[in-house]
């Protein structure tokens, strides 16, 4: 791939002016590696505190917060485990106290619970039911704990939705029978749940994928099983052509702030350009509204985006950056969890935590770096002049030919186009800065729109509020708004420095992050 910042960067370094500032990037070390193939043989499992993370939810409960995530292991050996007694079961079960150092605390169950098993294998001609999906922990507050879990054949939205208690978050624990099964002639998929309980104690369980698209049912607060057994509830989101157009792992969390409800979703195959969309609602079970206005049960493609594969400057970059679990510390701040697939071996599954910041008009967005527990901070308007490296996160631009809604395994490569790579902007005392054009409305680029004008640059400006740390940037004819700046760790270049992140006036992410 062409390095489209060196050009850009020689022309700032000949037309820019030395800049003075209060803060400059610190050297950091980062936590822990990414490639975890030194580790990655089944008798390191104690080992794999932020590895092997896929489908994450996490709850904070006492002084740890506790992550549950599909057993999707890199390079997993069920001969070597067994032959070294290693205890490989389903559902992966870590713990941690400050969301960076997570203890690997095993798996939750010893095997896929029976009555799971029948349900699919007789409505699949027996087969699938070989793993467990997509847990999702419930705190009920009351010294008691639900897991919901799924099980299904790939490929068929043959499905059992399952829960299991227990009075501690690391079990022993109970199986408490069906919530929801689907079967071939069922509109929905039974996989992926994630549940609400609205200001009147009303329970709802969201659930769903390519096939039909994502559901809502209520659930008996008592029990936390379907109110009416046998129901499937009602449509909240769906794509046109579900064939092609992946749709996927709902997560509703309320902002405690503003009353709403929002419905992350995650959009197009895992193993490549997995993002994470959101619509928001006045009620738990919806209609959920995007960021122009319409309904998410339409099938217009919906915006904001959040996350999508991304490339900053000294990384190989991430894929598959998607399936997002949303949660809070109990003191206002607030998270979101996703898988992040190494591009050099997407077999290799990292956890990313990130930051989560709502917009003044009540939109989440996510930092843009990984949430390193550095304390947070207020930055003056000198501290923001220097080098900057700024991504406009866009949805895949290029077709791809699915199976079952996914890329097959061992096709984990971007195309052409698909990688959202860094452009160069120099913020300069008196409101001006110095930009790549390629930064500028890319959000109607194409890859090669972007090659072509990134050697060339165009006059920015900018202006600060430290009263309330957003920042607004004009590139070219586009003004963004309101980006909100954060003190962060850049994970690429092992620093603590200055971040950004907000929405375009078209619901796309822009990411920044101060380099120098």
């Not at 092997?52 to 599909?70: E, F, L, Q």
């Not at 995007?290 to 900053?312: Q, S, V, W």
């Not at 399936?323 to 607030?334: E, L, P």
């Not at 004819?477 to 375009?504: Q, S, V, Y």
Request: with cysteine; hydrophobic share 35%; glycine share 8%.
């Amino acid at each position: 791939m062409k390095n489209l910042l060196l050009p850009l960067i020689s022309a700032i370094f000949s037309v820019a002016p030395a800049l003075a500032d209060n803060f400059s990037p610190q050297p950091s070390p980062n936590p822990w590696p990414d490639d975890y193939r030194h580790i990655s043989s089944m008798d390191n499992w104690k080992e794999w505190g932020t590895y092997n993370v896929h489908d994450p939810s996490c709850r904070k409960i006492g002084d740890y917060y506790y992550m549950y995530s599909t057993d999707a292991i890199y390079r997993e050996n069920r001969k070597e485990a067994a032959e070294k007694n290693v205890p490989l079961g389903f559902i992966q079960m870590r713990r941690s106290k400050n969301l960076v150092n997570w203890e690997f605390l095993g798996w939750v169950f010893p095997e896929i619970p029976a009555e799971a098993v029948e349900w699919v294998h007789a409505n699949a001609n027996g087969e699938g039911a070989t793993n467990i999906w997509a847990p999702y922990i419930v705190d009920c507050g009351n010294g008691s704990y639900r897991l919901y879990y799924c099980v299904s054949a790939f490929g068929k939205n043959t499905s059992y939705i399952g829960m299991a208690t227990a009075s501690s978050p690391q079990g022993p624990w109970r199986q408490a029978g069906e919530v929801v099964k689907t079967s071939k002639d069922s509109k929905m998929n039974a996989i992926d749940p994630s549940v609400a309980t609205d200001a009147e104690g009303r329970q709802w369980m969201h659930y769903g994928s390519y096939f039909g698209g994502l559901y809502c049912l209520e659930l008996d607060p008592a029990t936390g099983l379907a109110l009416n057994k046998g129901d499937q509830g009602h449509l909240v989101a769906r794509r046109a052509n579900w064939r092609k157009d992946n749709l996927e792992a709902p997560e509703i969390y309320q902002n405690r702030q503003n009353g709403k409800y929002y419905l992350f979703q995650s959009y197009d195959p895992l193993m490549t350009t997995y993002n994470v969309r959101v619509g928001r609602a006045d009620k738990a079970e919806g209609p959920f509204i995007d960021f122009k206005g319409k309904e998410i049960a339409d099938t217009t493609n919906n915006f904001p985006i959040l996350t999508a594969p991304y490339r900053f400057e000294n990384h190989p970059g991430w894929v598959g950056t998607a399936h997002c679990g949303v949660f809070d510390d109990g003191q206002g701040n607030i998270f979101m969890a996703h898988q992040g697939r190494l591009a050099t071996d997407a077999g290799m599954m990292d956890l990313h935590v990130r930051q989560v910041f709502f917009t003044p008009e009540g939109w989440p967005v996510v930092s843009p770096e990984r949430y390193a527990a550095l304390p947070a901070r207020q930055f003056t308007e000198a501290d923001l002049e220097g080098e900057w490296e700024i991504i406009r996160v866009l949805e895949p631009r290029a077709e791809r030919n699915l199976e079952a809604g996914q890329i097959l395994w061992g096709e984990g490569d971007l195309l052409d186009g698909e990688w959202n790579n860094p452009s160069a902007i120099t913020i300069l005392a008196g409101g001006k800065a110095i930009a790549s054009a390629a930064v500028a409305n890319s959000a109607a680029a194409t890859d090669a729109d972007s090659s072509n004008s990134a050697t060339s640059t165009i006059v920015a400006t900018w202006k600060f509020n430290p009263a309330t740390q957003l920042m607004d940037i004009t590139l070219g004819n586009e003004k963004i708004t309101d980006l909100i700046i954060h003190h962060g760790h850049d994970w690429e270049r092992e620093t603590d420095t200055i971040l950004f992140t907000g929405l375009d006036s078209t619901g796309r992410s822009v990411w920044g992050k101060r380099i120098r």
